[in-house]
């Protein structure tokens, strides 16, 4: 006889934590397309960086990318007060060196009005219950060397810094250069 109820079962599928009684944490549906498009927009600022697009092409970009079925991207949305205020986006892979189910963070982001609320842990602590209800061994992150506020955060988890990797990144304009070399 298993002590695990039903609703524990569909807690893997849909983590959803309430941490203080103004802020939830769940699994993001196309129906959060438009609070994730806000939030992006306020990410791309953070980087210093020109949005593209306007925000309703943006959420329908995300609407149709991300919650295809095979898109292949989790999201993680932190809500406070029917808010939208941060999300922790990540991919479920198959590391094949070591055999083993690992998580890939692409990023965590908190809005600015409300760094320091504990969003970004709680979205932290919420993928880590993840990871450990579907039996994923191994968690992985990168961030920029300039984010010393990121940095501080990520060293208050005790991660294992891996100074070996170098990471590479090919971006379209440098991807057709290429190609059209070949």
Not at 49 to 55: E, F, H, T, V
Not at 111 to 130: C, D, I, N, P, Y
Request: charged share 25%; glycine share 4%.
């Amino acid at each position: 006889m298993s002590d695990i109820t039903d609703e524990q079962r569909n807690s893997a599928e849909k983590p959803t934590e309430s941490i203080e009684s103004d802020l939830e944490i769940r699994i993001a549906t196309e129906s959060d397309a438009e609070e994730l498009a806000w939030l992006n927009q306020e990410l791309l600022t953070f980087y210093g960086l020109p949005a593209r697009n306007q925000r309703s092409f943006v959420s329908h970009a995300i609407a149709k990318g991300v919650f295809q079925e095979n898109s292949g991207l989790k999201i993680l949305l932190a809500i406070e007060k029917d808010n939208a205020i941060g999300f922790l986006a990540f991919s479920e892979v198959f590391a094949l060196a070591s055999c083993q189910k690992s998580i890939f963070i692409q990023d965590l982001f908190v809005a600015r009005k409300v760094r320091k609320s504990g969003a970004g842990r709680a979205l932290m602590e919420t993928l880590f219950k993840f990871a450990i209800d579907n039996e994923i061994t191994q968690i992985d992150w990168t961030t920029d060397a300039w984010n010393s506020k990121a940095i501080a955060f990520y060293e208050h988890i005790v991660p294992s810094l891996k100074t070996e990797k170098i990471l590479y990144r090919l971006n379209e304009e440098r991807l057709n250069q290429i190609i059209k070399k070949s």
